[in-house]
């Protein structure tokens, strides 16, 4: 994903796996609170799921309307639970338990 891309061609954007399964549509869209580059996307999984599950932007690729990403649905699925207010963003501990989960 090039960081030409701007937050709100991401939101409301149709994200998919690395096995192109549709995950959902993106909710959120956070910065990295370093470099200010986009870094996360979250995505319900299911029509009954309430939970936002947050996935690395690294890897991604967008195609007009939709986002791939770099991995599969069980990996986004077991993602560790992380509970924010929108406005306020991942803390540094957050991201960091995140950036391990998913080998970053």
């Given at each position: 994903?090039?960081?030409?891309?701007?937050?709100?061609?991401?939101?409301?954007a149709?994200?998919?796996?690395?096995?192109?399964?549709?995950?959902?549509?993106?909710?959120?869209?956070?910065?990295?609170?370093?470099?200010?580059?986009?870094?996360?996307?979250?995505?319900?999984?299911?029509?009954?799921?309430?939970?936002?599950?947050?996935?690395?932007?690294?890897?991604?690729?967008?195609e007009?309307?939709?986002?791939?990403?770099a991995?599969?649905?069980?990996?986004?699925?077991?993602?560790p639970?992380?509970?924010?207010e929108?406005?306020?963003?991942?803390?540094?501990?957050?991201?960091?338990?995140?950036?391990?989960?998913?080998?970053?």
């Open positions: 994903m090039t960081q030409r891309q701007d937050i709100h061609e991401l939101q409301d149709t994200a998919w796996d690395s096995k192109d399964h549709k995950l959902g549509l993106v909710g959120q869209v956070h910065r990295d609170k370093d470099t200010g580059r986009l870094a996360w996307i979250t995505v319900s999984l299911g029509l009954l799921e309430t939970r936002e599950h947050f996935i690395p932007l690294a890897g991604a690729r967008v007009g309307t939709n986002v791939h990403v991995y599969d649905h069980d990996t986004i699925k077991d993602s639970h992380i509970d924010i929108p406005e306020m963003g991942l803390s540094p501990d957050d991201e960091a338990k995140l950036s391990r989960y998913y080998g970053l």
